[in-house]
């Protein structure tokens, strides 16, 4: 059964991270662009934090091993449609709807599963093999993907997935359901609409801040035809924001009403009171924000930068894969031996990702190849293997009578995390971008004033086709008459402008992880680590 799950585990995670190194592949071979393969990787995990509490009850409700075998099934759906998928909608179809649905109910299952079925320190271990798969998988997906990708095609990695996934469905066919199905109360529709629509605000927020701006709107905002707010007004992504935050505190409140009614809600709120599953739920959130941005981010430098193809992309992160495996299995023990605090491994593991990450940005640049990055990975897949003893903790913390609700939060969390991670690596690599490639285009004297006028007006209704390798800014110029002395030196702002995006968006991960690492600072010394006896 362990084995089931922790393969299922490692592939959701795997496919969170092998398109990384295939963007370009996928988006020539869909007719698309990198912002739409882009919004693609963050609409996938936006279903899953959108609808990973409405899993999780569902689980606590029918049983976690009845709702993990319908979420494989709809996963492995979802990965058949994507593999076939003619274009970006029908990708959106299979691969961020389908496929986040199904993991929207497998991933809660999985934890909620282990919980229950382990004590003591097996559980320790079984949920630390759990978090260092999905480290494992996240990792190796670059790699794995990126040999698929070069020999094969892209499309291979989802069949593989439904494979694996039948595979993981035959073996949990012969676990026998601990309890029969409960389902209590009605069920909180109100409450499920509400956290759904609260985090696909919060994460549409933030992807508007890419095309938009963040504050003001760096163009017209057309809905249905019309303009609906025009250039340099408030930003949508003000208005995103305001309306996520305040939707998912009127879900606060209602979870709390419906327990003040005796009724059952959604998801008990009150479990947050907790201070280890309070901020080691946002620990979660901010680990799996870093892990996606710099996964997203490096295979776009050296695709871009370094022209390196998909098999290349996921050798270059090779080091931090390695580093996570070694380093997960090597803190597990040392944490399930009594030699250490999860908390001391969990804020090591924050610094060690910030250090990473300012290594590699550091690094960024036109002249060096994908090894020079190599000691930054290196240092932030150490951090990442400590981080995977933050399910162990945060799950561990839960009374039995939470576990479905920890589970929920947790996870919910995490994957609006992943979302933004993406979402918010590529604001502010496209912010950036523009930002210096106005100054670059200002401050040139080889191209002349009508030019420069030209150029700043294309780049301002095109935002979105921004950030392009020095191939695709030289067929672009081309397509619109642009040859010669100018186009060459349109190609060199570009490229110089692409690193400054990059190198920036790479730091802002490592900021982030300092954010992490002063969070993880505030979990208990020795957190209250419940048995669950649900047998």
């Not at 009845?66 to 449609?81: H, S």
């Amino acid at each position: 059964m362990l084995f089931a799950l922790a393969t299922q585990q490692l592939l959701m995670a795997y496919d969170s991270t092998a398109m990384n190194v295939a963007l370009s592949d996928i988006v020539k071979d869909l007719g698309t662009t990198l912002t739409g393969v882009q919004s693609a990787i963050s609409l996938y995990a936006l279903v899953m934090a959108a609808l990973m509490i409405s899993g999780s009850k569902l689980g606590s409700r029918h049983g976690y091993v009845r709702v993990f075998m319908a979420g494989a099934v709809i996963y492995g759906t979802g990965a058949v449609v994507t593999a076939l998928s003619p274009n970006l909608p029908v990708m959106l179809l299979g691969w961020s709807l389908l496929e986040g649905v199904g993991a929207a109910l497998v991933f809660p299952a999985i934890l909620s599963i282990a919980t229950a079925r382990f004590d003591a320190a097996t559980r320790t271990k079984a949920l630390a093999l759990l978090g260092a798969m999905a480290g494992v998988g996240a990792a190796l997906g670059p790699i794995v993907g990126g040999v698929i990708t070069r020999f094969l095609t892209w499309r291979v990695s989802f069949l593989m997935e439904t494979v694996v996934t039948l595979l993981v469905v035959l073996l949990m066919r012969r676990v026998v359901e601990q309890r029969g199905p409960r389902p209590g109360r009605a069920f909180d529709v109100l409450g499920a609409v509400l956290s759904a629509l609260g985090f696909g605000l919060v994460v549409s927020a933030t992807l508007a801040a890419g095309r938009y701006g963040v504050f003001a709107a760096r163009d017209d905002v057309i809905l249905f035809g019309r303009t609906a707010i025009v250039k340099g007004g408030v930003a949508p992504t003000v208005w995103l924001g305001v309306a996520g935050l305040c939707t998912l505190v009127a879900f606060g409140w209602w979870e709390h009403r419906r327990v003040v009614r005796g009724q059952e809600p959604l998801v008990r709120i009150d479990v947050l009171r907790d201070r280890t599953t309070r901020v080691g739920s946002w620990c979660l959130a901010v680990q799996f924000l870093v892990t996606a941005g710099v996964l997203f981010l490096v295979p776009v430098f050296v695709q871009t930068t370094l022209d390196y193809d998909a098999l290349r992309s996921g050798l270059t992160l090779l080091p931090a894969t390695a580093t996570l495996i070694v380093a997960a299995a090597a803190f597990s023990a040392l944490v399930g031996a009594r030699r250490t605090t999860h908390k001391s491994i969990i804020v090591v593991g924050f610094l060690a990702i910030a250090g990473g990450a300012v290594q590699v940005a550091l690094m960024l640049g036109p002249g060096i190849s994908g090894l020079d990055l190599a000691p930054g990975l290196v240092l932030a897949g150490l951090g990442l293997g400590a981080c995977a003893m933050l399910p162990d903790l945060v799950q561990s913390s839960a009374r039995p009578d939470n576990v479905s609700d920890v589970a929920g939060l947790s996870r919910s969390v995490s994957y609006l995390g992943q979302s933004v991670g993406v979402a918010l690596g590529g604001v502010v690599l496209l912010g950036v971008l523009l930002s210096s490639f106005a100054a670059g285009v200002r401050d040139s004297q080889v191209l002349t004033g009508q030019q420069k006028s030209v150029v700043t007006q294309t780049v301002e209704s095109g935002l979105q086709a921004a950030a392009v390798s020095d191939a695709q800014a030289v067929a672009v110029l081309a397509d619109k008459g642009i040859t010669g002395p100018a186009a060459d030196e349109l190609v060199r702002i570009n490229a110089a402008a692409r690193v400054d995006g990059l190198r920036a968006a790479v730091l802002a991960m490592g900021v982030l992880a300092l954010i992490g690492m002063a969070l993880a600072m505030r979990l208990p010394r020795q957190p209250r680590l419940h048995s669950v006896p649900d047998r």
